[in-house]
Structure formats: C-alpha cells, structure tokens
C-alpha cells in the first residue's frame, strides 16, 4: 500500500445522519486517500479509494422552546475518552433545568471546545467529536487553530465615510487537501446574487463558516446588518435615558440573571400583550382540612388536594382549560395538565400534573413530589414542565391572605391560592359562626374567558372543595 500525488478522486459524503438533540452535520472534514495496488507487476491499473475523515462538531442543544444559550455545567466525558453511542458527555444548564446530553454516534472525545462554567448560544459547537483515534490531534489542531483564525479576521471598527473599502478577505489555496465549504443558506444566496466565488471566501464564522457579511465585504458592498436611520435616531435618546437612570448606592453590585432568571423575565414581558381580568372567590376550607388530617398520613399534600380540585373544576368548564396563542383562534385542550409553581434556588419553576382529573389522588400525590424532587434539582425534563394548561400557585402555606398572579404565556387562566384562615361569616338565616376560609383569585385571559365562565368554574371549585368527598374516588 502506497500513497500517490495524482489528484483526488470525487466522493460521497459517508455520513447522512442527523443528531435531535447535540449533534448536527460534520464539519469540514480532509479527505484521506487510500490507493491499494496490485502485486502483479504486469498490472498497471490500480484503484483509488477515497475515505472521509469524520470529525463533528457537537453543536449547543436547544433544550426548551425559550431556550436561546446553555451553560455548561459539567463534561462528563474527558478528551480523548471514548464513547459510545448513547452515552451521556455533557451535563448543559438550560433555562429551565440540567439536563444530560447523549452521543448520537461512535467515536472519541476530541477536544472541548467550551468550558464548564461558560456559555454558548444555541447552535454553537461546544465540542469535537472524532470517529476514530488517529484523528483526536487533528481535531485538537482544528480547534486550538479555528479561535485564533477567527478573531484573526475580525474586522476592526468601521473607518469613516470617505475612507476607502477594505478590499475583500479572500480565502488562500490550501495545499494540504481539498476541503468543503460551510456557508449559511443566507450567504450562498447574496453569493449567487452577487456572483461571488463562495469557494473563494474566507469565513469568520465559527469553524470557518462563511456568513452573509463575508460575502458582503468580498462583493465589496456595505453590510446589510448596518443600523437602519430609525435606531440611529432613537440611540440619543436611548442614551440619554440611561445617562438620567440615577447611579448606584455606594457598595451597591449589579447580579446577571441566570438562565432561568432571564426565562422567567422573558414570559412575564410577554405576558403583559395579553388582555387580562381578575376574579376572587372565598371558599369553606372546614371540610377539606378535616380530610387532609385524615390522607396526610398516607402521603398525600394539600397541594395534590388542590390540583385534583381544580382538574375535576376545569373538565365541567373546559374553556378555562383553553388557550389562545395567536390572538387569531384559541384551542380546547384535550388534557387538563395542572402545572405548580414551585420556587428553587435562584428561581421559579412549574412542574406538571398531567391529567390531573383522572389520576387517583394517591398516585397524583406520589407524582408530585418525584416532580418537586427533581425540580429542586434541576433534573425536569421538558414535558414535565412546559406542558400545563392551567397553573396553581400557592402561597398560603406562608400565611398569604390573598394575591394575585400573572398569567403565564399560552395558557387561559392561573389561581392564586391564598390561605385558610377562621373568618365570621353569616349564613342565609343571618346566623354568625366563624368557619375555615380561604380566598381564591383566578387571573384570566379575557380573549377567551369572559366573566361568567369564571364565576361558574370558581362556583364548582368552591363546591368541590367544601364537599371533598369526591376527591378520594
């Protein structure tokens, strides 16, 4: 076996699969020639096969709908440790939990791109991935080289008007090996348009992938991503609000969000598009209470009482259970999934009970508090959270009268749980006693719910609760 100086032959790409969850294509990869020739030294034919080299980015995962960036929060696997696939590598923190990615593929660890404690958008690579041992060096080689080339070609603040363009950055001959060019759909249609050699450019995206403003500045024509005049206009005055925002107390430190942190401020702005309106209702708690003295022993919480409530409530007032998403139309839901808030360490979060009118009441307590437990840490998966279609929040069990509650993106309506106090409270006859209350306020999206809607499913909330014997059925 020898290896010969005539040009490389045409072939397919060895790798057609595609990752759902961390990785996606294979990068660039050389080529490696293999020439296997006869031994019988009349023959003067010989074959030429052509291997590629498979060396894969492992790309961000988008592990939620709202999920933008990832942290790492640890490598499982080291570099150059081998993998199996299916296995788990790396443990990324979302904006909602931590959750373990798997290997969709064979092969070997080759170099760690992004650290624990960093971030990376989604998409992004975060690591290499080699099929094969022999290729670990050359894909540590590509990713100690790709950062350095990358900020190599960086441009530098824009000069002025009058100065004349930067001519384009065009991409040297390799003299190694031929090698496939990564454009973004984007940059191969301005590429197109523009008649540019798309081969001929050099890329600064990440791993060398040719991006719209690469071929923007070898067409030698201005960015398309150059501020429009309206936010020109509007940077002044943005200026000055921040200018006028008053200074900092002494001593005083300024906290990034987290991931989650920025999820939960994210879903709240978007909350205030929707039209909402607020509906309170005092319910007799004396019934309930004796029955939870009775089931607490045998595990069950006041929560599972509650959300079992509100699911019996919502399957005799499905539009309360609805959503509307596009302010066009709105959808019955088929499932009445109850979610909970729950606060964690540096957050909120809302676990969710699925099916919560048909579960027993046992089996819906048992499930909530697996929820709770892999809620506190960080191990929810994305159904088990992103799933409900109407949400309790309970804030009695701090002695809580009474509040409200924002509703949450894409569902119809949230209750805020306050809690059970002796009140004086008058019968038909005009008898005084003092009974158990507790005050219930039902935040409502009014697109979908009007006001008697949810006087009516707060009417059988309430008799549900104040007759609890239907709960244990």
Known sequence: ???????????????????????????????????????????????????????????????????????????IKTEGEKLAKGESVVVVESD?????????????????????????????????????EAEIEEAKNKAASKPSSSSAVVPSPPPPAT?????????QPSSDSPRKTVATPYAKKLAKQHKVDIGSVAGTGPFGRITASDV???AGIAPSVAPPPPPTAAAPTAKATTSNSPPLLPDSSVVPFTAMQSAVSKNMIESLSVPTFRVGYPVNTDAL???????????VTMTALLAKAVGMALAQHPVVNASCKDGKSFSYNSNINVAVAVAINGGLITPVLQDADKLDLYLLSQKWKELVGKARSKQLQPHEYNSGTFTLSNLGMFGVDRFDAILP??????????????????????FFSVKNTMLVNVTADHRIVYGADLAAFLQTFAKIVENPDSLTL
């Open 1 to 75: 076996m020898a290896a010969s100086s005539s040009s490389f032959l045409p072939t397919p790409s060895l790798s057609n699969s595609k990752s759902t969850i961390s990785f996606a294509s294979s990068v660039s990869p050389p080529l490696r020639r293999v020439v296997f020739r006869s031994s019988t030294p009349s023959s003067s034919h010989r074959r030429v096969m052509t291997v590629r080299s498979k060396i894969r980015e492992i790309f961000m995962p988008a592990l939620s709908s709202t999920m933008t960036e990832g942290k790492i929060v640890s490598w």
């Open 96 to 132: 909602k939990a931590d959750m373990d990615v798997e290997t969709f593929y064979d092969g070997y660890l080759a170099a760690i791109v992004v650290g624990e404690g960093e971030t990376a958008p989604v998409g992004a690579a975060i690591g290499l991935l080699a099929e094969t």
């Open 163 to 171: 100065s004349s363009p930067a001519p384009p950055a065009i991409a």
């Open 216 to 218: 923007e500045a070898a």
């Open 289 to 299: 209470d004796a029955l939870y003295e009775k089931v607490k022993p045998k595990g």
């Open 409 to 430: 993106p894409g569902q119809g309506a949230i209750m805020a749980v306050g809690a059970s106090k002796p009140t004086v409270v008058a019968d038909k006859d005009g």
